[in-house]
Structure formats: structure tokens, C-alpha cells
């Protein structure tokens, strides 16, 4: 269960409305969607980032230090991530990270490549 955002009364996490305000819950929904994909990460002197492309830059590391781990979170990422409107472009890097990974994986024996 979800609370409405205006009167925090228990709503259906399906529900289109609330059934006490009247509140429109999906342009809610849209709006929320829209503030989380547009959350920039700076720090000085580098490029901004949004949120999805630090995690793939995070994952592309961790794949090459810890092959299994930087796997399982690519393929979660990929396909599970909440607050990621994953693109096309994005879930095509992700998933070739996986490939990476398994190669990785395979070649180093699972020991990854920072660990010797």
C-alpha cells in the first residue's frame, strides 16, 4: 500500500486516483519518474552525470574487480532497476557488460582483474 501524496491516506498502488482527495496518483507517478531520471551527480571538475550513468560506470568497475557480483548487479540493473528508465542504448550497455563479465569470468578464472 501506498500513502496519497496530498491527503496520506492509504491508497492501491494501482490506483489511478485517490478515492478520499481526488488526487491524480499516475500524473503524480510521472512527475516522480521525471524527478528521479533528471537527478544529476557532480563533482568538481568532471562532467555531470545522471543517476543511471554513474551506475554504469560503477558496474563496468565492479565487473572487472568482482566479475560475479558486477554480473548479478548488471543483469538486476538491466532488468530490474526501479528508478532507472533504462533506454535502449542503456539496457545494450548493461547487457554488454555481462558479456564482459562473463569473460572476465571465464579468463581469470573468477578471480577477476584487480585481485592478482
Known amino acids: 500500500m501506498a500513502l ?15 478515492a478520499v482527495c481526488g488526487t491524480d496518483l499516475e500524473q503524480h507517478r510521472r512527475e516522480r519518474a521525471g524527478r528521479r531520471s533528471s537527478r544529476r551527480v557532480s563533482l568538481p ?8 550513468e ?9 565487473m572487472l574487480a568482482y566479475p560475479i557480483v558486477g554480473l548479478v548487479l548488471a543483469l538486476l540493473a538491466a532488468y530490474r532497476h526501479p ?4 533506454a535502449g542504448t542503456q539496457r ?21 582483474v584487480f585481485l592478482y
Open 4 to 18: 496519497c501524496p496530498k491527503c496520506k491516506e492509504p491508497v492501491s498502488q494501482f490506483a489511478a486516483g485517490c
Open 45 to 52: 571538475g568532471l562532467p555531470r552525470l545522471t543517476e543511471s
Open 54 to 62: 554513474v551506475l554504469l560506470v560503477l558496474i563496468g568497475l565492479l
Open 83 to 86: 528508478v532507472l528508465s533504462l
Open 92 to 112: 545494450t550497455v548493461l547487457l554488454a557488460l555481462s558479456g564482459l563479465g562473463l569473460i572476465v569470468l571465464v579468463a581469470t578464472g573468477g578471480m577477476g
